[in-house]
């Protein structure tokens, strides 16, 4: 999966199955804010279940929540974290 584009479509596709969002994926902007004032409205459950879908998904870990924080700030920076894992870094 070395395209990012389908990256980031497979991730928002992701969020919509995992967090049963009212929005299709397609209506999820690649750096909307999940969290917070101004964003998708994610909450703290959310989050676990996407901590849990990255790793499922792409062996993502994500080791603490200075780790989520930023990890899970939008879909840009989690294709980015998913391709640096890819990448062995």
Known sequence: MDDIAALKTRIKELMVENLML????AGIADD??????DSLGLDSVDALQLVVALDKNFGLKVPN?????????SVNAMAEAVRQKQAGG
Request: charged content about 10%; glycine content about 6%.
């Open 22 to 25: 009212q929005i299709p994926a």
């Open 32 to 37: 909307q804010a999940l969290f917070g004032p």
């Open 65 to 73: 929540p200075e780790a989520a924080r930023l990890v899970l700030a």
